[in-house]
């Protein structure tokens, strides 16, 4: 399996995923991050039929709040 770096954040609330994103900013992460609102979309995302297509599949770092 390649490692690809992606980091999947799964967080329902808005104000804590901008402010997320702003630390990964202010700390110069560079990967890509997917944002999944709650752990139905983040178990589609995981394992829908779809996302096994995709290059950033799967993720290399999965946070949950």
């Known amino acids: 399996m390649t490692r690809n770096g ?13 402010l ?3 630390a990964f900013q202010n700390s110069h992460v560079a990967n890509n991050i997917v944002v999944r609102r709650d752990g139905e979309e983040a178990l589609k995302y995981l394992f829908d039929a779809e996302n096994r297509q995709r290059p950033d599949f799967p993720p290399e770092v999965i946070l949950l709040d």
């Not at 992606?6 to 901008?18: A, M, P």
């Open 6 to 18: 992606t980091i999947l954040l799964v967080e329902d609330n808005q104000d804590d995923v901008e």
């Open 20 to 22: 997320t994103l702003i």
